[in-house]
């Protein structure tokens, strides 16, 4: 047999390619992949379109196996941490590569749906809405010592077009509460209640064209407070849009913490709990994601998606746990996912007091 007949596939697949060696490192080429680094034997001169997509490959791995792996992460709680840790670690997506692309989406999200400059209108119509407003009267009169002179004055009834929150927060003050309902039964945003007259005589209440009585947004208000309420949460969302992404990472070493302190019997290595700590926190991403899709179309309440939340992370917690450490018992199981859970929520709420404290230094250090 004549051996310089190329009859072999891989002297085949040699002969289509552009060049013999590889462009990166030259080594000389056996297939399409150079075997020594890696690369890719293609064009030297790629089209647009082939450019963009090694970007996305090389980025974000928008492949086949990125949408297994996200797929896995929501169907088969902990199937992806046992798999990873039994050393199958190209079947899926790295747990930092899939953290980093979900917080890409969310980024995405929040940029094009609720910005900052978004995010501090918000902050700054709720501190200057009509449901805010009369709270912040009430306390600037309180503090300025007119609550004896509200006690004791007389009482008249009036409609308002206010909040029930005001009436829940004074209810030594403001007594005989009754919701206004439309024809259909709902309650509406006024109640009928029986104020002190001093808010009338002082014109904190003032009567408007409809004949109800409503809030003066202009009187009794503490509005350097009311610019430092609103410097402060302006500030904070500044600090939260810019350091997401590393909020969000910067949990995950913590949990870690958490779950070594709760399996301290089973004497795992700390990267087995680490790698556990980054897919449940990619699975927390993907729940954000969804919420806040539903939020932008659907727009149910804001409670029920809170709930949704809640629940669904803790479902899942639990299965996973269970999975990974082989808690044959289901209580025990449960208990440590919620222990767990409360430790998350703890590290989420040190985390917005750092970065309330930090909103106020900043804030004070401009006003000085």
Known sequence: MDNNIPNSKSENKQSNLPYTHCLNCGSELQGIYCHACGQQATSKTPTVSAFVQEYLINAFLWDSKFLQTIWALIRRPGYLTNEYLSGKFTSQEHPLK??????????????????????????????????????????????????????????????????????????????????????????????????????????????????????????????????????????????FTEYFPMLVLFTAPFLSMSLSFVQRKSRLPRIHHFIFALHYTALLEFLMICIYLLYLTVAPPMELLQWIMIISSCLYLTIAFRRVYGTNNWMTATLKALFTSLVYFIIGLLIFIGIFLAACIIIALQMD
Request: proline share 4%; net charge negative; hydrophobic share 45%.
């Open 98 to 239: 899939l953290n980093m692309f979900l917080l890409f989406v969310i980024i995405t999200l929040f940029v094009f749906f609720a910005g900052t400059e978004k995010m501090n209108d918000s902050v700054h119509s709720l501190t200057n809405d009509e449901r805010v407003i009369p709270v912040l009267q009430f306390d600037f009169l309180i503090k300025n010592g007119n609550a004896g002179n509200i006690k004791e004055s007389p009482r008249d009834t009036v409609q308002l077009l206010a909040p029930l929150l005001l009436a829940e927060k004074f209810p030594e003050y403001i007594s005989n509460l009754k919701t206004i309902e439309d024809t259909q039964g709902k309650s509406l945003d006024k109640w009928m209640a029986v104020i002190p007259h001093v808010l009338i005589e002082d014109k904190v209440i003032v009567l408007d064209d409809s004949g109800c009585y409503r809030f003066d947004p202009e009187a009794k208000t503490d509005k350097e407070e009311l610019n430092l309420v609103n410097s402060v949460w302006g500030k904070m969302v500044e600090l």
